[in-house]
């Protein structure tokens, strides 16, 4: 992965959903769907009949004599609820209202340190059951498909039909989806380094891959590093150098050349094995902007990833995120883990193509529909790849893979891709990779609601 380069993009909101069990109070029609809930101020987990993993995007907020207070990561507990619920974390409270099975809206009061309290109006969208599906969901996604093009594929003893609620209906499956709680915080990480490793997490489960530790030392290493491009921006500017590299001659707090470098020097032993950056200075939208992306998603979705470090820095008009990721070498037993995920809703309409290296365009130029990926253990040859709209229609659209792409070839042989031509319109759409060996990984996902 040391090839990989920055991201330059525009970071939508959060988005992405999959089919889910309903859960918690019924009343009015409305039963709150469980998994994962996200939104611009904060994100959790419906499970087990409570909000868990309550986690607030950076707030901040000002007090007497021009202080200013700031709030962020993990709100530690986990609350029952039933049309609304009220967390109480150490720092305050935090309310919400369901107005619907995937829509809630409410206020928080979040005390900053000794300064000041945050005071809040936040709204979530649910957006995946983390818990593989539910059959429920699956036939909603049925009904809208009158071609025929989405009854499993032949036979498989996982289940078939039932794997991820339906929504994955070949031979074989990615996943499953996971439920795993993220590692306790570390001391020495602040607020927005463990909050992008819960964050990060949350995104993993979705798509069925191992949970991420985070690592004292890669967050370090990241964090000097995105201090080191924004202290120096002008010299960047100026002599066109690799927001990747460094070079000695612009200062004092210069940590190495390339990241594996920085990493040695922060005290990491292990084996660095990738690097993303992106320009907004927070973790949320860093990490969604990444996700949205080609070839920045795959170091953190891939199964093999272990470790990883965030650091962010903000001056002016100028930030920086930077992570820093470590990985064991990949296994046979490694889960496909595609994007989006089978049954996932809300998936955004369009892409805008900004990204380092430059992905392969389609034939009247970006924005496309959304970035497909399929990531598995081994380069794994495709025999046919389809897209298709809920009556069974063909998409047209552009494939990726390591003899089209490149960039792919450097930098994951083992993954395909493929973006609509243009932006998608509000529907369900499936995919179905045919692979070489006689296998069918096939999956829908919806745009929109």
């Keep these: 992965m040391r090839g990989l380069i920055c991201v330059i993009l525009v970071c939508l909101s959060a988005c992405g959903s999959s089919s889910g069990a309903s859960g918690g109070g019924a009343g009015l029609g409305i039963s709150p769907k469980t998994g994962l809930w996200q939104g611009s101020d904060l994100s959790f987990r419906l499970v087990g009949g409570k909000v868990t993993e309550l986690t607030l995007t950076p707030q901040t907020c000002g007090g007497a004599g021009g202080c200013k207070g700031s709030l962020s990561g993990p709100l530690i507990g986990s609350w029952p609820y039933a049309m609304s619920f009220l967390a109480t974390p150490a720092s305050g409270t935090v309310g919400g209202n369901f107005v619907a099975d995937t829509s809630i809206a409410g206020t928080l009061q979040l005390q900053a340190g000794t300064c000041c309290t945050i005071t809040a109006a936040w709204s979530a969208i649910w957006v995946g059951d983390l818990d593989g599906g539910s059959s429920d969901d699956a036939g909603d996604a049925n009904s809208s498909d009158t071609s025929g093009a989405d009854t499993p594929i032949g036979s498989d003893e996982s289940g078939g039909s039932t794997a991820w609620g339906g929504a994955s209906f070949g031979t074989i499956h990615p996943g499953p989806a996971q439920n795993a709680a993220s ?10 380094q463990q909050s992008a490793v819960t964050l990060l997490n949350n995104y993993r489960n979705a798509v069925g891959a191992s949970v991420v530790n985070g690592d004292c030392n890669l967050a370090k290493a990241s964090k000097a590093h995105a201090d080191f491009y924004v202290a120096h921006i ?4 100026s002599s066109g150098l690799s927001p990747h590299e460094e070079d000695a001659s612009y200062g004092s707090d210069f940590t190495g050349v ?5 990493d040695t020097a922060a005290g990491f032993s292990g084996q660095p094995s990738g690097e993303v ?8 939208p860093a990490l969604q902007g990444w996700i949205d992306t080609v070839y920045h998603r795959l170091p953190l979705l891939s199964p093999t990833t272990q470790l990883i470090g965030y650091g962010a820095k903000k001056s002016g008009n100028t930030a920086a995120d930077v992570i820093d990721s470590s990985a064991r070498n990949a296994m046979a037993s490694d889960p496909i883990v595609v994007w989006p995920w089978p049954g996932q809703h809300n998936v955004a309409s369009s892409w805008n193509g900004l990204e380092g290296p430059t ?16 990531q598995f253990a081994k380069a794994t040859p495709i025999s046919a790849h389809e897209l298709t709209d809920a009556s069974g229609t063909a998409v047209a659209h552009t494939w990726l893979d390591s003899k089209t792409d490149a960039n792919l070839q450097n930098l994951s042989p083992e993954t395909v891709g493929l973006y609509a031509n243009k ?12 692979l070489a060996a006689g296998d069918v990984l096939a999956w829908r996902f919806t745009v929109g609601k």
């Design 277 to 284: 950056i992106a320009f907004l200075g927070t973790p949320g």
């Design 258 to 262: 390339n990241f594996w470098d920085r």
């Design 183 to 192: 590692p306790a915080p570390l001391s020495c990480l602040t607020s927005d």
């Design 423 to 434: 932006p998608l319109a509000a529907g369900t759409y499936s995919v179905k990779l045919t």
């Design 234 to 237: 002008s010299q960047y500017n």
């Design 359 to 374: 992905p392969p365009s389609p034939p009247g130029g970006f924005p496309s529909g959304p970035v497909i990926t399929a």
